[in-house]
């Protein structure tokens, strides 16, 4: 195509403002806390040992100064020029270990030092490179960068070289070992001041108090400080001017941290399986524990490995630790709110925000709510969960360095480490709760078993056979007694049924959107044929067309038809007497309605073929064997894809019992879980509520005079349960 030549053409190259910058360390660093902390980490880089943080009076806006002192590596003019000067640098991608100590670098975005125009107008850097005898001092004023109409190219931050000043014996390096004995003078030699002035914050106690507890947590106290033999513990101090000089000195966790009631440690490796180590109260030695925690798809987690610890407080039982650290039970109390949180770690510094107060990043408390007697809530807990660059490449942060990319990875790793602390959780809840008036096992007759007035009758009829009124009112009363157990026991079956509400809506959404979807679709579709023929000619072709897209409609009308047929014995109105059924198709109906799921877990599935006719509910008989189903699917992803089973069998014992037998190839049941498994709000799932063998072993207990129970052995190597009716079959 030839060009008009009126047309022309070239290229520019972007010129960014000069406010940019500025808003680097605004917009992307959320908080003052937040911009030290990355100065704190960028000395971390620097193989520093100590960084001081410093705050000069007044604490104005416009006044005072913040300084942060380390003995890092320091930087030569060329750093400052090429890397440091350099937005965005590359540098810390391509070196992923400091040069001295071999740390994994924290900082890999190179937007950490605009966090000092978060904090103040003026930056001076003054610092001195190992081995060398030159200090190198720069000054940038941001100010600069807040004029509307300059470049970026056209900022300038003027430098120079001098000998050495404040990175030397004698200068304001020393400071860092002010409350220790002072080093040797080489230990003196290097390091960097970053001394920033007219502050942009007016700070306050408020927020003195929430800078010393975000950097107690910094750093994880279970961290090893160094690969190659340097072991030199990284430390933090604060110096503060009048009055706030009570929260200066090193910063560190509070004491009750080494004191807890409960403890877990271990590792999960990169196919799930995990190494675990449990402390519990009173007792001399630690548990091991080993799992296999895989996902809801049977997939190991995608969040690769990583190193944790919980250490869990009941605070109803603090006056130990009050006594122990000559403190007063509120104190420990707020102590335990300020550290309590699952913090998040990468290569030993904490990634904000895990663990902030308000940041229940696991949703512990909502889980809490549902089961308050077995869960842990977020403020019992102080956790550590440990992660690192290498290992872990797909938990990424965020650009703001603020928390973890939302994604699969994440979420995985959210899933496993609730999955860890139900360990942690089912063990407490046997020291709490030692006694289990049903021994695990619901006796016939249920909550309801007894309750009646025979025994009163009998003697009432004993001792006052005479009687007639007080016989005839005692009558009366137990009939009355009896139709209003039944009201109850009526209302709850309904209860009960609602318990697999909201499983069964999102088996409907999920299974009736797409015969929906194509219904829409197909009815839109024979209406726009019917349209376009109006005009023309062709109508046998057009019933043809019709006929094919209706006998479409009817065929999708069908399957939501199947799906709500399925869930129908799950309605919540009131049915007639049980009918005569088969056993047999009551179970499998019940595998029915969870088929989507069986498939998706990739379960092999054994089902009877035989006949039991029996006079049974469907829908209670379907909840009971629907509850141990989805046990078995939950518990059968830690087994390997092609060992996946579940057999049912059925048999009549005589003419009053009728047994079904119900085993998968699962791990089975702890044994020191054995005889809780049937208590109500204990459960071995991470977010268990702990009622769906209560309430199956009250249904047969209750409506069918029969048990269930865990069994030693059956037809597959996993958990055996046997379900017993002794009525109504």
């Known amino acids: 195509m030839t060009e008009s030549k009126s047309q022309s053409a070239g290229s520019n190259a972007l010129r960014p403002r000069a406010r940019i910058l500025r808003t680097f360390g605004d917009e ?44 890092g590596n320091g930087m030569s003019l060329e750093t400052i020029r090429n890397t440091w000067m350099e937005p965005a640098t590359l540098i810390k991608r391509h070196n992923i270990r400091s040069e001295q100590r071999g740390r994994r670098v924290l900082g890999e975005k190179g937007i950490g030092r605009f966090a000092t125009s978060k904090l103040t107008d003026i930056l001076e850097v003054v610092t001195r490179r190992i081995n060398t005898d030159q200090e190198v001092w720069v000054l940038f004023d941001w100010k600069q960068f807040d004029n509307e109409e300059k470049y970026l190219d056209q900022i300038e931050a003027r430098w120079f070289i001098t000998k050495p000043k404040e990175v030397c014996p ?5 400071d860092l070992w002010q409350q220790d004995r002072q080093p040797d003078n080489q230990k003196l030699s290097h390091g960097t001041i970053l001394r920033m002035k007219e502050l942009r914050t007016a700070w306050d106690e408020n927020l003195f108090v929430n800078l010393r507890k975000s950097l107690s947590r910094l750093i994880s106290p279970f961290f090893k400080q160094s690969q190659n033999g340097l072991n030199e513990q990284f430390r933090i101090f604060l110096e503060l001017p ?36 449990i402390k519990l109260p009173e007792r001399d030695s630690e548990e091991e524990v080993t799992s296999l925690f895989s996902m809801k798809n049977g997939e190991k987690p995608k969040c690769g490995p990583f190193e944790i610890e919980f250490r869990v407080w009941d605070r109803d039982q603090l006056g130990d630790i009050a006594q122990k650290y000559g403190s007063t039970i509120s104190q420990v109390r707020r102590d335990l709110d300020s550290a309590a949180g699952v913090n998040v770690y990468r290569d030993g510094f904490r990634i904000l925000p895990y663990g902030e107060l308000g940041n ?23 956790g550590y969960v440990l992660i690192s660059a290498d290992n872990n490449p797909s938990l990424r942060d965020q650009t703001n360095r603020e928390g973890l990319i939302e994604g699969e990875a994440f979420n995985d790793l959210r899933e496993v480490v609730k999955k860890v602390l139900a360990e942690l959780e089912q063990r407490r809840f046997n020291i709490r709760h030692p006694d289990s008036t049903s021994q695990g096992k619901p006796q016939p007759g249920g909550i309801f078993d007894g309750f009646d007035l025979k025994t009163v009758r009998n003697t009432v009829r004993q001792q006052y056979p005479n009687d007639k009124k007080l016989v005839a009112l005692l009558e009366e009363t137990e009939k009355d007694l009896d139709r209003r157990v039944k009201e109850v026991q009526d209302v709850l079956s309904r209860y009960r049924r609602l318990t697999l509400l909201g499983q069964l809506i999102d088996m409907v959404l999920h299974e009736g959107r797409a015969p929906l979807s194509k219904i829409r679709n197909e009815a839109d579709l024979g209406y726009r044929n019917i349209e376009r023929t109006r005009v023309g000619n062709g109508s046998d072709d057009l019933f043809r067309r019709l006929r094919q897209r209706f006998d479409v409609i009817i065929t999708q009308s069908d399957a939501l038809a199947l799906v709500f047929r399925k869930i129908e014995p799950f309605g919540g109105r009131k049915r007639g007497r049980p009918a005569r059924v088969s056993l047999e198709k009551v179970v499998s109906d019940a595998f029915d309605v969870l088929d989507a799921e069986i498939s998706r877990v990739g379960v092999q599935v054994n089902l009877p073929d035989t006949n039991t006719p029996v006079t049974v509910d469907q829908a209670e008989i379907q909840q009971v064997i629907i509850i141990l189903l989805k046990n078995s699917l939950y518990w059968l992803l830690q087994a390997a894809k092609d060992r996946r089973k579940i057999s049912v069998q059925v048999n009549r014992r005589n003419l009053s019992e009728v047994e079904i037998l119900f085993s998968d190839s699962g791990p089975g049941v702890n044994p020191e879980f054995r005889e809780r498994i049937f208590e109500p709000y204990f459960s071995t799932k991470s977010d268990g509520v702990g009622l769906g063998l209560a309430i199956a072993g009250e249904i047969v207990a209750e409506y069918y005079a029969g048990s269930l129970e865990l069994v030693d052995s059956g037809p597959l190597l996993g958990a055996t349960f046997r379900i017993l009716l002794r009525k109504r079959v």
């Open 28 to 71: 992307l660093i959320s908080s003052e806390t937040v911009a030290l902390i990355e100065l704190v980490k960028n000395a971390y880089d620097a193989d520093a040992t100590r960084v001081l943080i410093r705050f000069g009076s007044p604490l104005k806006i416009g006044h005072g100064k913040i300084e942060v002192i380390d003995n």
């Open 170 to 174: 004698g200068g304001t390096v020393e």
């Open 242 to 277: 009048e009055p706030f000089e009570s929260l200066s000195g090193e910063v560190e966790p509070p004491e009750l941290l080494m004191s807890p009631h409960y403890t877990l440690r271990g590792s999960v490796a990169q196919d799930g399986s995990s190494d675990l180590t």
């Open 360 to 382: 229940d990043w696991l949703g512990l408390d909502a889980r809490r709510v549902q089961n308050p007697t077995l869960r842990l809530s977020n403020n019992q807990i102080v």
